[in-house]
C-alpha cells in the first residue's frame, strides 16, 4: 500500500511563498519510475491539476501557475516538493500530492494553503 503524506501549507500574504512536501512511503516498486503530482481544490471548484514532475517526461505545469510554481522531485528521498511564488488569493485552496503506479492512483490527504489579500 503507498501511502503520501502532504505538509507546508499555511496562511501567506499575497506576493509571498510557501514549500509544499509530499513524502511517499510504502510498498511502491520504484520511486524513480512513478509519476509525482500535485492537484488543488479551491473554494467553490473541482479539484483541479496543477503540476506534474514525469518520471521521464519533465515538469508540466497548469496555465494558472505556470511561471510562478515549480515541481522538484527528491527520488532518494520518496519526495515531491512544490515551490509556490508570487501567491494569489485564488491560490487558497487544498492541496494533495498524487501518484500513479500501474493504473492505480494514489492521493495524500491535503495541505490547506490560504492566501490572504
Known amino acids: 500500500q503507498v501511502q503520501l503524506v502532504e505538509s507546508g501549507g499555511g496562511l501567506v500574504q499575497a506576493g509571498g511563498s510557501l514549500r509544499l512536501t509530499c513524502v511517499v512511503s510504502?510498498?511502491?516498486?520504484?520511486?524513480?519510475?512513478?509519476?509525482l503530482g500535485w492537484h488543488r481544490q479551491t473554494p467553490g471548484k473541482q479539484r483541479e491539476f496543477v503540476a506534474l514532475?514525469?518520471?521521464?517526461?519533465?515538469?508540466t505545469y497548469s496555465g494558472a501557475v505556470k511561471g510562478r510554481f515549480t515541481i522538484t522531485r527528491d527520488n532518494a528521498k520518496s519526495t515531491v516538493y512544490l515551490d509556490m511564488k508570487n501567491l494569489k488569493p485564488e491560490d487558497t485552496g487544498v492541496y494533495y500530492c498524487?501518484?500513479?503506479?500501474?493504473?492505480?492512483?494514489?492521493w495524500g490527504q491535503g495541505t490547506q494553503v490560504t492566501v490572504s489579500s
Open positions: 514532475a514525469s518520471a521521464v517526461d519533465g515538469n
Open positions: 498524487v501518484t500513479n503506479e500501474r493504473g492505480v492512483s494514489t
Open positions: 510504502g510498498t511502491i516498486e520504484s520511486i524513480s519510475t512513478v509519476p
